[in-house]
């Protein structure tokens, strides 16, 4: 071909190119398929549109888990506080008997009364293990077994004491030993606002958790086996 023939054809290029927006006839173009410098029919405007998409069912997701956690704590605190009254209300079980009047419906009032205590307590025992973390269950087993070993044997005391015959004698002017359920309950109430108080990136919620986790076990090893008088 000679150089004639190669302006000839250049001219008839340069000219099918122009009719034709800019782009050989025959040749693979990525303005001729739209554009979007590689990504062929998918325009920049619908990258966007889907990122924005993916963005927004992201924040709901993390919503969605946030509340949720919000709801647990907030079931668990109400679950901490039940558990803890149960056990008030079996530590005050010596004090009921001590006022008692010598009736026979005070005594079968009294007895309902603790046997109703007792399967609270049963019932929080069972409710905490299958819900609350295992160190929780067992700290609620401790601070159970230290009201059995305190209140427990004065109750049992107490029904051998004469009834109350005047209302002055309901009031007792006695303050009955609560060092060891005392104790218990401190610890109990520092690990269970530890456990409320826990999240995985801050640093120091793990450590108050681990130092609370720490005293129950240590004060575990230490304790003496239960008591039988969980109920008089």
């Known amino acids: ?19 034709s927006g800019g782009s050989v006839p025959g040749a693979p173009s990525i303005i001729a398929r739209g554009g979007n410098d590689g990504l062929g029919d998918f325009a920049w405007t619908q990258a966007a549109t889907l990122a924005g998409a993916l963005i927004a069912a992201s924040m709901v997701v993390l919503t969605l888990i946030i509340n949720a956690a919000h709801a647990r704590r907030d079931a668990l605190a109400s679950l901490y506080a039940d558990a803890l009254g149960a056990v008030s209300d079996y530590l005050e079980g010596p004090y009921r008997i001590l006022r008692k009047d010598g009736a026979a419906s005070t005594r079968f009032a009294i007895t309902n009364q603790l046997s109703d205590v007792k399967s609270a307590i049963d019932h929080r025992q069972a409710m905490l293990r299958l819900q609350a973390p295992p160190q929780i269950a067992d700290a609620y087993d401790d601070y159970v077994n230290a009201a059995k070993r305190e209140a427990g044997r004065q109750m049992h005391d107490a029904w051998l ?36 108080r826990h999240r995985w990136f801050k640093p120091w919620s793990w450590r108050q958790r681990a130092r609370a986790i720490n005293a129950c076990i240590s004060a575990r090893s230490a304790a003496p086996p239960p008591s039988p008088h969980l109920a008089p």
């Open 1 to 19: 071909m000679n150089p004639e023939q190669w302006v000839e054809r250049a001219a008839r290029a340069a000219d099918a190119c122009h009719s």
């Open 161 to 196: 004491k004469d009834p109350v015959t005047v209302d002055a004698g309901v009031n007792l002017g006695v303050s009955l030993p609560r060092a060891n359920s005392d104790a218990a309950r401190y610890r109990l109430c520092e690990l269970m606002q530890a456990d409320q």
